[in-house]
C-alpha cells in the first residue's frame, strides 16, 4: 500500500504500469530469447517508435528530437530493420500480431518513401499484414500531407490520431504550439478525404488563459468533423518542457479547479452529443467502428516494442532503450541506437514479478471506464481483487470513488474525473521509490 496520498487530482497521466521512470539498467542484460519463452504470442502488439518531431510543443515531455541532420531518419531506419529482424527470431515461428501502432513523436515526420519503408519493415520483417489488423497512426497537421496520408490508408491505417491540442490560434500560442487553425482544417480535410475509419483528434484543456466557453469553441471546431475518437487532455507542466512555469491561475488549486471544471464542462458536452466515454481521457462516438482488437485488452502483456524510445511487455519483465527527455540527452541516445548492431538482450526495464502483475491489471482496469471484471481477476490470479488490495481501495484518493455491480469495480463519474490521482496512488511503494529516485534528464 502506498504510504503518498496526492494532493492534487493531476499527479500523473498513467498510460502504462510501470512507469519507465521506474525502469533501472538490467544486469545481467537478458537475452530476449529467453524473455520471450513460454509468453503467450497468439494476440500481440506491434509498436513502432519514430523519435522526430518538427517541432517541440511548451507543455512535451515525450522522447523526441526536433528534427533531424541529413540522413539521420534513413539511418534510424536501418536500426529499426536491425532490431525488427532479430526480435522476430527471439519470437515463436507461429508468433501472430493483432494489433500494430506508429508513434512518436511524429511519425509522419518521415517522407511519403520512409512510412512505405516504415510499413514494409512491419510487414517482412515482423510478419504483420498491416491490411488485416488495425492500424493506429499519429501525425501533426503539418506533417499530414496528402502524400503521407496516401501511404498510410494504402497500407491498412485503420486510425488516424490527429495531434491538435487547441482549434483556437491565441491558445496553440499559449501553449506553444505553432500552429494555425487553418492548417490544422486543412489537415482534416485531407484526412477525411484519405478515408480513414477511425479519426481521432487530442485536444487539451487547462491553457492559460482559456475558458470554459473558449475550451467549448475549441471542442464544437473539432466535433464539426465528426470524429470517431476524442481524446481530452489536461494541460501539465513538466521539468525540461518549453513551459518553464504554470500560468494559468496564481495557485496549484486554481490551476487543478480549473481543469475539473473544464473537464467536466468537455465531458458533459460529449455525453449529450451521444458519445460514450471509455476512460478519464478517451471519448468514443457511439456509432463508430471499434478501433482496436477483440483479442488484445491493455490489461494483458504482449507488447513487442520496436525503436529507441519504444518499450516492450511480457509477462516477467517490461523492458526499453534508455529514457531522457532532455534534447542532448534524446540526441544521445538516439545517436547509440543507430549505431547499434547487437539487438538480442533487452537493456533497461523492471521485473513483473507476480505481486506487480496483479497491481497493473488492477490500475490498468479501474482507468476505464468499464472498470475491472472480478472474475477475469479470479480466474487469472486465483484470488480476490477486493482482497488483495484492500489496504489501497480503502485509502485516499480511491475512497468513496468506487462502485461495484454486475461483478465489476468500477470508479463513481468523480472517480474517473480523479483518474490521474487515483492511478498513482495504486502505485507500489518499490514502484514509488524507483520513479522518486530517478534523476529527470
Not at 510543443?57 to 523526441?64: A, E, I, M, S
Not at 473558449?214 to 521539468?239: G, I, M, Q, T
Not at 479470479?378 to 484492500?390: I, K, L, M, S, V
Request: charged share 25%.
Amino acid at each position: 500500500m502506498t504510504t503518498t496520498t496526492p494532493t492534487t487530482p493531476y499527479e500523473s497521466y498513467v498510460y502504462a504500469y510501470p512507469h519507465k521512470t521506474a525502469y533501472r539498467p538490467l544486469d545481467p542484460r537478458p537475452a530476449l530469447r529467453e524473455v520471450w519463452a513460454g509468453e503467450p504470442q497468439h494476440a500481440l502488439s506491434l509498436y513502432l517508435h519514430i523519435p522526430f518531431c518538427e517541432v517541440r510543443c511548451g507543455f512535451c515531455n515525450l522522447f523526441t528530437r526536433i528534427g533531424s541532420p541529413e540522413g539521420l531518419t534513413t539511418v534510424y531506419l536501418d536500426a529499426l530493420e536491425r532490431q525488427a529482424a532479430t526480435v522476430r527470431e527471439a519470437l515463436a515461428p507461429g508468433a501472430r500480431f493483432a494489433l500494430a501502432a506508429f508513434g512518436g513523436g511524429t511519425p509522419t515526420y518521415l517522407t511519403a518513401a520512409e512510412l512505405e519503408r516504415l510499413c514494409d519493415i512491419a510487414e517482412q520483417r515482423m510478419g504483420v499484414d498491416l491490411r488485416a489488423v488495425p492500424l493506429s497512426v499519429e501525425a501533426s497537421p503539418d506533417t499530414a500531407t496528402a502524400d503521407r496520408l496516401r501511404v498510410l490508408a494504402e497500407r491498412g491505417t485503420t486510425r488516424l490520431s490527429l495531434g491538435v491540442q487547441s482549434f483556437l490560434d491565441e491558445e496553440a500560442r499559449s501553449a506553444v504550439r505553432p500552429q494555425k487553425r487553418a492548417a490544422v482544417e486543412a489537415a482534416l480535410d485531407r484526412i477525411r478525404a484519405a478515408g480513414f475509419p477511425v479519426l481521432n483528434i487530442d485536444l487539451i484543456y487547462g491553457i492559460d488563459g482559456q475558458t470554459e466557453r473558449s475550451w467549448l469553441r475549441s471542442l464544437d471546431a473539432a466535433l464539426a468533423w465528426r470524429p470517431e475518437e476524442l481524446y481530452l487532455y489536461p494541460l501539465y507542466v513538466r521539468p525540461l518542457t518549453g513551459l518553464a512555469r504554470r500560468t494559468a491561475e496564481d495557485s496549484p488549486a486554481g490551476w487543478d479547479a480549473q481543469r475539473l471544471r473544464l473537464y467536466r464542462a468537455g465531458r458533459d458536452h460529449l455525453l449529450a452529443l451521444g458519445y460514450q466515454q471509455v476512460s478519464m481521457r478517451m471519448f468514443r462516438r457511439a456509432d463508430a467502428p471499434q478501433a482496436g482488437s477483440a483479442e488484445y485488452s491493455c490489461q494483458t502483456d504482449g507488447m513487442v516494442g520496436l525503436g529507441c524510445g519504444a518499450r516492450s511487455y511480457t509477462s516477467g519483465l517490461h523492458y526499453s532503450f534508455d529514457y531522457a527527455v532532455g534534447a542532448s540527452d534524446v540526441r544521445s541516445i538516439i545517436d547509440d541506437y543507430v549505431t547499434t548492431t547487437d539487438f538480442t538482450r533487452a537493456q533497461f526495464g523492471h521485473e513483473m514479478v507476480p505481486a506487480e502483475a496483479r497491481r497493473r491489471h488492477l490500475v490498468q482496469s479501474l482507468l476505464q471506464a468499464e472498470g475491472l471484471d472480478l472474475a477475469d481477476y479470479r480466474r487469472r490470479f486465483g484470488t480476490e481483487a477486493t482482497e488483495d488490495f484492500a489496504a489501497d481501495l480503502a485509502a485516499a484518493p480511491v475512497a468513496g470513488r468506487l462502485t461495484v455491480g454486475a461483478g465489476r469495480l468500477r470508479l463513481t463519474p468523480e472517480g474517473l474525473a480523479h483518474s490521474d490521482a487515483v492511478g498513482p496512488a495504486l502505485f507500489s511503494d518499490e514502484v514509488r521509490a524507483l520513479m522518486a529516485t530517478y534523476l529527470a534528464r
